[in-house]
């Protein structure tokens, strides 16, 4: 269900889809993330190697004039995943992606969501549920058709949004 929802309301957006991440850290023993830690980057110029199947459906989604905007609120210094997150985010700008980054220092004053989630077309919301571990909750994602949340979702995510530095101009501290 984890990566399936968010696949499936991407492919049916119509005209937005905007991506809130607030967590310092999640699926640390991910092997992409280790292999990073040990030394093993992305080849950017080895496209086969870093382009997955998720990437085809914002590709899909961005060729159609959907807007795909992923936030990620960050502590600085940063921690290790969230550099990982950094040097990773090439293939998602590839795909059409705008990535935006906001120093948890300039959000002090902001009232953002509790979880991280997706908002897609206004309607729609699913949220992420993760434990204190980083890794995925039991109840893993939750699918949501409720304007008036994925409202109040978009509402905070766009003062976010004007505060944020565009990824090609973030540098993590």
Same mark, same amino acid.
Do not use: K
């Given at each position: 269900? =984890?990566?399936?929802?968010? %696949? #499936?309301?991407?492919?049916?957006?119509?005209?937005?889809?905007?991506?809130?991440?607030? =967590?310092?850290?999640?699926?640390?023993?991910?092997?992409?993330? &280790? /292999?990073?830690?040990?030394? =093993?980057?992305?080849?950017? /110029?080895?496209? #086969?190697?870093? !382009?997955?199947?998720?990437?085809?459906?914002?590709?899909?989604?961005?060729?159609?004039?959907?807007?795909? %905007? =992923?936030?990620?609120?960050?502590? #600085?210094?940063?921690?290790?995943? &969230?550099?990982?997150?950094? /040097?990773?985010?090439?293939?998602?700008?590839?795909?059409?992606?705008?990535?935006?980054?906001?120093p948890r220092s300039r959000a002090g004053d902001l009232l953002l969501p509790g979880l991280?989630?997706?908002?897609?077309?206004?309607?729609?919301? &699913?949220?992420?549920?993760?434990?204190?571990?980083?890794? !995925?909750? #039991?109840?893993?994602?939750?699918?949501?058709?409720?304007?008036?949340?994925?409202?109040?979702?978009?509402?905070?995510?766009?003062?976010?949004?004007? %505060?944020?530095?565009?990824?090609?101009?973030? %540098?993590?501290?």
């Amino acid at each position: 269900m =984890r990566s399936t929802a968010v %696949r #499936e309301q991407s492919a049916r957006a119509r005209c937005s889809a905007v991506h809130p991440e607030m =967590r310092d850290g999640c699926t640390l023993d991910d092997p992409e993330f &280790i /292999a990073w830690q040990q030394g =093993r980057w992305l080849d950017p /110029a080895d496209r #086969e190697s870093w !382009w997955r199947s998720r990437l085809d459906v914002v590709a899909e989604a961005t060729g159609r004039g959907v807007a795909v %905007r =992923r936030l990620r609120v960050v502590p #600085e210094p940063v921690a290790d995943y &969230i550099r990982y997150e950094y /040097a990773v985010t090439f293939p998602n700008i590839a795909a059409g992606e705008d990535v935006w980054w906001l120093p948890r220092s300039r959000a002090g004053d902001l009232l953002l969501p509790g979880l991280d989630g997706w908002v897609m077309d206004d309607e729609v919301v &699913i949220l992420h549920h993760f434990a204190g571990n980083g890794q !995925w909750a #039991e109840a893993g994602m939750e699918v949501r058709t409720d304007p008036d949340l994925a409202q109040r979702y978009l509402a905070a995510y766009e003062v976010a949004w004007e %505060r944020a530095t565009p990824h090609a101009d973030y %540098r993590p501290a």
